[in-house]
């Protein structure tokens, strides 16, 4: 995989939806280096998502900049980030009346994918994934796990080299959960930078080489994973993200 991504760069992100009287995102500033796996952690309503879509270019921030910097040292913007970015929403985002197959086809095409390589891709994502017995079936049919697994399908089929995953196994079965944490290790082994978001704390330290920690829109940690977690006398995410939380909460 040819990976032209060098970091991404967000520097006092500010985010207030209108009609809000509070901002969801508070002068939020990070770096997340090419090749990474970054958990963006908190509970609901921490900013998990509304970061996810500033990442992802769906939101504009109120106040800040989000910056895309390439190994040459420009700045990745328009047409070039589209074309390197995968985003798998929490919600399906697929057509449920057509098949993995059509989806797939669909999907691809608007990325301008010819039908031969749109064909060869999906025949290899949908049997790494382990659907590719039901490639013809609708979608419609399909249990949580597999509906999951066509969600992910469609990120993928454009080959980015950011994969930003927002809650991608809640709701599946162990069995599924295990594929795709899987096939996401060995995507990101290849050279796919993965940002995550999840409130499924030990998920996530098993998974993310390094956390981001959101707490009413504000980073309350941010590092190597197993560094913060020893570095903070904690025993596992869940420990450290409670004692930060409560120390927050009495300042």
Known sequence: MSVNLSYIELTDINKRYKKATKDSLKKVSFQIKSGDKLGILGPNGAGKTTLISILCGLL???????IYKSK???NITGTDLKKIIGFVPQEYAFYHELTPEQNLAYFGALYNISSKEIKKR???????LGI??????????????????VNLAIGLIHQPEILFLDEPTVG???????????????????????????HHLAEAEDFCTSILMLNSGNII????????ISS??????????INLSKNKKDE
Do not use: C, W
């Open 221 to 228: 940690a941010e590092g190597k994973t197993k560094e913060l």
């Open 122 to 128: 999906t025949q290899h994502l949908l049997s790494i």
């Open 232 to 241: 903070n006398n904690a025993n596992n995410l869940q420990e450290l993200f």
């Open 60 to 66: 504009e921030p109120t106040l800040g900049d989000v």
């Open 132 to 149: 590719l017995d039901v490639a013809n079936k609708k979608v419609r049919t399909f249990s949580g796990g597999m509906k999951r697994k």
């Open 172 to 198: 599946v079965d162990v069995q599924s959960k295990v594929a795709i944490i899987d096939f996401l290790n060995e995507i990101n082994a290849a050279g796919t930078t993965i940002i995550y978001s999840s």
């Open 72 to 74: 040459q040292g420009s």
